[in-house]
């Protein structure tokens, strides 16, 4: 017997919400599970550039327009000493709408998602929370779902995609989930009222501000209501060893270790209490298996600098649902057809973990990589805006190794079986 639904997804932020409306326009009858109410908190509020395309696809780009996020058109670096790059104005290297983006609300960004979900025909189950994962021998057939008020009941499909974040269900449960040895970082960050805004269309600037003592860095981008989104970035070894367990007082101290940020919110008013987050540098060894797909940061994710988390989740929840929709038509199953696009993806994900390995990297300076690479600075701002799947970046990611080699990394087994 037919069951109700082909598709059940784990989790509502940006890969669930898009794999969920993408396999629904495509005809399949699909249920999503959202454990949170929303509107609710989220870190991830700066996108990449080349999150339009996959906006388009879905056509949710009128929606976005109208949501009153702040424009983001360029990055701009702060050394260590408070001096800072010219800022990387996107639309200068490409001038098509793709080339710039926003800074959002994640609240706001991620219900419109999920609305817009929910207008193709999605299901959507919340606040509910899926338990656990059903298998029948190696198969994944459904999931365990508790709703506030109606108990737990068992949901069958045939494919369950999981966009969990970091929650990371499948891969945990599967022990798939490697921590990048390289990338051991943890954050400290807040939100202000009334901090520096850059004037005109620089408002959306993302900084990236080296902090006095070079350990670490702080990220600080303009939100909408007169919010600036700040947050700290660095290794656990100098952000938790030895240090405050009151976070805080850390996030303070990093504070006064930077002098860029310290004059950009004296005098602000921080509406948010100093959250923190460690661990989140992993990936899964698998990206698919019998009758599941990994989608977002349920399969990986890299570090916050760059803005590529949102990005790579509403690519990943694209080519989950366009599995999903395969395998569906072919009635093909498999851990191999599920996870035929995961070299692909895999693939734009390492360039991206070159240049964040490269930005950490004491011996490499991207000043100096691009006065010997001036040939390499166009596919430098490509990468930066997120072409990774639209135009080649071999030639920029072996320029770079020779520049200056980076630390090596074990490769993803991706083996389909
Ligand atoms: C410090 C830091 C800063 C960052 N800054 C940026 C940035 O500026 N730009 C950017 O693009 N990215 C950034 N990121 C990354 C970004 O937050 C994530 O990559 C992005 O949110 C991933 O989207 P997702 O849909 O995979 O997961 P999520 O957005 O985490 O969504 C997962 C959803 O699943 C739900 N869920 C979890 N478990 C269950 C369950 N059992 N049942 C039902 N539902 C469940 C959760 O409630 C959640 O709504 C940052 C990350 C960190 C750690």
């Known amino acids: ?24 326009r495509a005809g399949l009858r699909v249920t999503l599970v959202e454990k949170k109410a929303f ?3 989220q870190i991830g509020e700066s996108l990449m550039p080349a999150c339009y395309w996959t906006f388009e696809r879905l056509g949710v780009l009128d929606k976005l327009r109208r949501a009153n996020f702040v424009s983001k058109q360029s990055v ?11 800022p990387y104005y996107f639309p200068d290297f490409d001038p098509h709408e793709s080339s ?10 991620d219900q419109i998602l999920l609305e817009h979900a929910a207008g193709e025909g999605v299901e959507i189950l ?23 008020g109606s108990g737990t009941r068992d949901l069958r499909a045939a494919v369950t995609i999981d966009a969990s974040g970091q929650r990371a269900l499948l891969a945990r449960k599967l022990r798939l989930r490697t921590l990048d040895p390289n990338l051991m970082n943890c954050s400290y960050f807040t939100q202000y009222r009334g901090a520096l805004r850059e004037p005109g269309g620089d408002e959306g600037v993302t900084l990236l501000v ?5 350990e670490t860095w702080f990220w600080y981008l303009a939100l909408p209501e007169n919010r600036v989104s700040v947050g700290v970035v660095g290794p656990l070894a100098s952000l938790v060893r030895g240090r405050s367990k009151i976070p805080q007082t850390v996030f303070e101290e990093e504070v006064d270790n930077c002098t860029v940020i310290r004059r950009r919110i004296a005098g602000a008013e921080q509406i948010m209490p ?49 599995a999903a929709v395969a395998a569906c038509d072919s009635g093909d199953f498999s851990a191999t057809a599920l996870g035929s696009h995961g070299r692909e993806y895999v ?28 040939e390499q600075t166009n596919a430098l701002v490509h990468l930066l805006i997120g072409t990774v799947y639209r135009v080649p970046v071999d030639g920029l990611i072996a320029a770079m190794e020779a520049f200056s080699p980076l630390p090596s990394y074990e490769p993803l087994r991706l083996n389909e079986r």
């Open 274 to 322: 100093v959250r923190v987050l460690r661990d989140f540098s992993y990936c899964s060894t698998r990206i698919a298996g019998d009758g599941w797909v990994l989608a977002g940061d349920a399969f990986g994710f890299l570090d916050p600098v760059y803005s590529s988390g949102v990005f790579l989740a509403l690519r990943s929840g694209e080519l989950a649902a366009d």
């Open 1 to 24: 017997m037919r069951e109700p639904r082909d598709v059940i997804i784990i989790g509502g932020g940006p890969a669930g919400s898009t794999a969920a409306a993408v396999a629904a």
């Open 347 to 374: 693939a734009g994900m390492e360039a991206l973990r070159r240049m964040v390995y490269a930005f950490y990297a004491e011996d490499f300076n991207f000043a100096r990589f691009v006065r010997s690479n001036p």
């Open 210 to 214: 080296a902090t006095q003592r070079a």
């Open 100 to 109: 710039w983006t926003w800074q959002v609300e994640r609240s706001a960004f």
């Open 126 to 148: 919340q606040p509910a929370t899926v338990r656990d994962v059903h298998f029948d021998g190696t198969r994944a057939v459904g999931v365990l779902v508790d709703e506030p």
């Open 39 to 41: 509107p609710r908190y």
């Open 76 to 86: 701009q670096f702060y050394s260590k000493t408070g001096v800072p790059s010219e």
